[in-house]
């Protein structure tokens, strides 16, 4: 079973940056898809990007000039670079391990935006 763990999360100025990670565990097999989500209060969780085993990434159109997804595969760790932040990018952004039909989510991790 593949466990998650994020970290990076915080309260930042709007224009600020902060960069997000999460380590995975457990038996990771490719080929996978490693993603980030946000869930912002009162709205539903959105795919911001993703990275797959082949290290293809993808971005929401709303956050590509902003955000980056990258990998380190020797520890096992996705991150996501985010950039000149705003009060809209508020929200819980949870990791995803996605592989044929199994998909397994970390607890997330909370970024505020806010003076």
């Known amino acids: 079973q593949v466990q998650l763990v994020e970290s990076g999360g915080g309260l930042v100025e709007p224009g600020g940056s902060l960069s997000l990670s999460c380590v995975a565990s457990g038996n990771i097999f490719s080929p996978y898809v490693m993603a980030w989500y946000r869930q912002a209060p009162g709205k539903q969780r959105e795919l911001v990007a993703s990275?797959?085993?082949?290290?293809?990434?993808s971005y929401a159109d709303s956050v590509k000039v902003r955000f980056t997804i990258s990998r380190d595969t020797a520890k096992n760790t996705v991150y996501l670079q985010i950039n000149s932040l705003q009060p809209e990018d508020t929200a819980v952004y949870y990791c995803n391990y996605r592989r044929v039909v199994t998909s397994i989510w970390g607890q997330g991790t909370l970024v505020t935006v806010s003076f």
């Open positions: 990275i797959s085993s082949g290290g293809i990434t």
